[in-house]
């Protein structure tokens, strides 16, 4: 009974695995001077992160704290940007309802992936064009941003 039970619940992990939607394979990349960057096979790393093969997006609204698999979301378009605040998000679901979140954990985003023109690597803020001092402030980065939004179409 025992292994009849095990192969059971086996047959049915494979069967949930086998419907579950693929991870995602194409995010369009709005940026700050309107140019759009289409990226294929996205990885990404801040507070959309991959995972196994999977985004997950980890946000919160007001006291919770969630994380989101990027395959339900439509697009996301990126607030303005405060100094020592998360970002906040509009989200607007492939069903259509929208929410407006804050970003969880970490205050960046880079994405990384193949274009018609090789491979890209687009980071939030961009780290690079910050000037390097010391300070005991978390620098300001709101001249550093280059994403405007990601919309992710159904592949």
Not at 31 to 44: C, I, K, R, S
Not at 96 to 118: A, C, H, M, P, S
């Amino acid at each position: 009974m025992l292994v009849l039970n095990f192969v059971l619940a086996l047959f049915l992990q494979t069967l949930q695995t086998a419907q579950s939607p693929a991870a995602v394979q194409i995010v369009l990349v709005g940026l700050q001077d309107g140019t759009q960057v289409t990226v294929g096979n996205p990885e990404f790393s801040g507070f959309i992160d991959s995972r196994n093969g999977d985004a997950v997006l980890f946000y919160r609204e007001r006291s919770l704290h969630g994380e989101m698999p990027v395959r339900t979301i439509a697009k996301i378009d990126f607030g303005p940007y405060s100094t020592g605040k998360p970002f906040p998000l509009k989200i607007t679901l492939r069903n259509g309802e929208q929410l407006n979140v804050e970003t969880e954990r970490r205050d960046f985003l880079t994405i990384k992936g193949r274009t018609e023109n090789g491979i890209v690597t687009i980071k939030h803020p961009d780290p690079i064009s910050a000037p390097i001092r010391l300070s005991t402030k978390k620098a300001n980065r709101a001249k550093d941003l280059t994403i405007q939004y990601l919309e992710f179409p159904v592949s």
